[in-house]
């Protein structure tokens, strides 16, 4: 099956400090990558869809300065949290789907981040 | 952002029983699907159903896609310990080239063994 990394796994930064994510298609071509947040027992809520080589799309309600998007390449998209606060401390989840409509996503495994 | 109404939130069951959950939607949904996620994972599918009224099982897994494509439930039978975890449900409307997936709440399901 199609796999999807994350990195890192777990990151730790102290508040006002800036930290990328990375979402890597392992064994195929992601036309689309979506990003999600998920607070403790809560479930994920989707922050922006990425295509390759476009501006992301945001969800209502999520900032896209403080969430910048890259989807430079058909196997990468990053997410960096600008000036991290306590409130940014979350997990996120990126999924990556070959597009078009009815397309699987498949999901990372995720990356937990602490903002002290 | 919207979400899907996923019931039970919680189930505590003996090893061996069955467990059913189900999500329903005020909107409709083109593809029903469901998902497992372990503690720091991501989710994992489990079952898609692409088409209204369709029942597709998946080993001890059943799920159904409603009539009115505003609903879906899951079947979880014979549970044993590995089934232990938080089931989502997802619907996805794939309009317009978007495939963005609504997610329940999720159940969290514990199997004593």
């Known amino acids: 099956g199609a796999v999807v990394s994350q990195h890192p796994s777990r990151v730790i930064c102290k508040s006002g400090t800036s930290v990328k994510i990375e979402c890597r298609s392992l064994?195929?071509?992601?036309?689309?990558m979506f990003w999600y947040r998920q607070f403790p027992k809560q479930s994920l809520m989707l922050m922006a869809t990425?295509?390759?080589?476009?501006?992301?799309?945001?969800e209502q309600g999520v900032e896209k300065d403080k969430f910048l998007i890259n989807h430079a390449s058909l196997t990468l998209s990053t997410l960096t949290v600008t000036s991290a606060h306590p409130e940014d401390s979350s997990f996120y989840i990126c999924?990556?789907?070959?597009?078009?409509?009815?397309?699987?996503?498949?999901f990372g495994p995720g990356t937990r981040l602490t903002v002290l | 952002g919207q979400q899907l109404n996923q019931s039970p939130q919680s189930m505590f069951i003996q090893e061996g029983e069955d467990v059913s959950m189900n999500c329903t939607s005020s909107s409709i949904f083109n593809t029903w699907l469901w998902y497992k996620q372990d503690p720091g994972e991501g989710p994992v599918l489990l079952i898609a159903l692409y088409k209204a009224g369709e029942l597709t099982s998946n080993g001890r897994l059943t799920a159904q896609f409603g009539i009115t494509r505003k609903d879906s439930f899951l079947n979880i039978s014979a549970s044993i310990p590995s089934d232990v975890g938080i089931y989502f449900c997802?619907?996805?409307?794939?309009?317009?080239?978007?495939?963005?997936?609504?997610f329940g709440k999720g159940m969290k399901l514990t199997v004593n063994p």
């Open positions: 999924s990556a789907s070959s597009g078009g409509e009815g397309n699987e996503q498949f």
């Open positions: 990425s295509n390759e080589g476009s501006k992301a799309t945001y």
């Open positions: 997802a619907g996805q409307l794939s309009q317009g080239g978007s495939e963005k997936l609504v």
């Open positions: 064994d195929f071509q992601a036309t689309t």
